[in-house]
Structures are given as C-alpha cells and as structure tokens.
C-alpha cells in the first residue's frame, strides 16, 4: 500500500501558473507509474499527467500537453504538476495516483490520494 498526499491547490486567477505536489510513502516497490486524475463537479475523473516510475517517461492529455510538467523527485518522495496557462476548465479538485500500470484510466492505479482542490477564476 503506497500513501499519498497531495498539496498546492487554491484559488487562482485565469493565466497563473500552479504547482501541485504530491508526498508519497509505503510500499513503492513494484510501482510501475504515478499520475494526476482530477474530477469537476458533476464530472467523471479525468486523467491529466502520468509518469513512469523507472524512465520517467510523460505522458499527458490533451487539454494540459504544453502548459503542464508532471516530474517525481526520488529524494524527497515528491510527485509534482507544474501547470501553466491556467483556465477556468482546469477547475477541479486534483488526484494524486499510483499503481503498477502505466497509463491514463483510473483503473490502472490503485492508490490514491485525498485530493487538493484547484479554482480558477476570471
């Protein structure tokens, strides 16, 4: 079982910059990604940023790709999203994940985090 606990959301203003992280603990051996769902209100949980555990290798949705950075720093057992750009669809509160597959579908991830809420106003 691997913890996670997001940071970073608040409220912020149309064309700011925001940095989610996410400190991770437990059992990480045999992960195989770590990634950053979010969710809207009345929305399904959508995936936004997926990276692998070994290469570190991106992978990104369309609606983020260019205005986003997903990175893991191994020393401080920290998972962070970089977003820039920000819009007022990129409202949502903000999942942290990690499983063994890599890939953009929740079900590919089997530890989550609690979520950190991210508004963004005009």
């Known amino acids: 079982q691997v913890h996670l606990v997001e940071s970073g959301g608040g409220l912020v203003q149309t064309g700011d910059s925001l940095r989610l992280s996410c400190a991770y603990s437990g059992h990480t051996s045999g992960l195989g990604a770590m990634a950053w769902f979010r969710q809207a209100p009345g929305k399904e949980r959508e995936f936004v940023a997926a990276i692998t555990w070994n290469t570190g290798n991106p992978l990104y949705w369309d609606s983020v790709r260019g205005r986003s950075t997903i990175s893991r720093d191994s020393a401080k057992n920290t998972l962070y999203l970089e977003m820039n750009s920000l819009k007022s669809e990129d409202t949502a509160v903000y999942y942290c994940?990690?499983?063994?597959?890599?890939?953009?579908?929740?079900?590919?991830?089997?530890?989550w985090g609690q979520g950190t809420q991210v508004t963004v106003s005009h």
């Open positions: 994940a990690a499983g063994q597959y890599y890939g953009a579908l929740p079900s590919h991830y089997d530890n």
